[in-house]
């Protein structure tokens, strides 16, 4: 397991300690509800849902947070103002822990900041994520919102190197900063295979190195866009949830605190594969805080001996 010299900072997250060293925390799982192509999706523009199913899926994710000791986070996407507000007020009467919301129209984003703000949801909300690109409108509502939680997006087209990647994150840093978040979460951002995927894994080890900051991954975007498990006889559920178990094992092992595994329909299996490594992690980290003679509180698994 990885040692770093730098001290490592953590935050709390709407009562969730994500970072600090390997080993030190649980690593944190972030579900992901409301995205276009779930079963319990309806209408993506008006943010009609299957609140049963849903339920289910968030009484799992609780379920095996509680048995397994790995804390569970909620992103919840949504495509217009009307979609994520709907999604937001359904989501914390049925969810007690800390969440994220995003979107990929400024519109939604900015109202979901406002409807998090009214509604006393900042010591909750994680806003996904802050980068280079935001404009200057969802800037201003930043700043004059009680939200202080963030995803730092450490990404842009030209970041193709480690350098250049942790430039950015400097950068984005900065101007995260300057809004008034100071609790983040750096994400180097996961690439498709062929296009970047495996940078993030080396920049998170650079991040926590250099910084010594929370970092994140959603390495579930590596399979979902992997040309070779959508050929024929490849192109099932099973091929793709192994492909996505390894990435985010690979995520957790490569001192991730934070792993994004994509849709909650395959929560038991995420839960499940993260959890055994953690007990590799326990038995590696004790091991090596032994033989350095490092004292520090360590996060142990349930073994289910």
Known sequence: ???FKKEQKSFEFGGVTIGGHPGENPTVLV??????GQPLVSDTREGTFDKGMAKEWIDIGTSMAERTGHPLIIQAFGRTPVAIENH????????????MFESTNAKARIHGIKYCDEHELSDRAIYNSINLSIDADEKE???SSSIDKAVVLGW??????????METIKDTLILTESLGLDKVIVDPATMPVGAGFGLEYRTTIAIKSELGLPTCLGPHNAP??????????LDNESTYLAALVASSVAAQLFATDVIMYGSMIHTTQVFTAVTLTANAMATAVAEANSSLDIDRAMFVPPTYE
Do not use: H
């Open 156 to 165: 842009s087209p030209r970041a193709t190197n480690l350098q250049d990647r």
């Open 224 to 233: 979902s866009a992997w040309r070779f498990i959508k050929q024929p006889g």
């Open 141 to 143: 509502i930043l700043k």
């Open 31 to 36: 579900g992901g509800l409301f995205f276009k």
């Open 1 to 3: 397991m990885f040692i």
């Open 88 to 99: 937001l007020s359904w989501l914390v009467d049925n969810f007690d822990g800390p969440f």
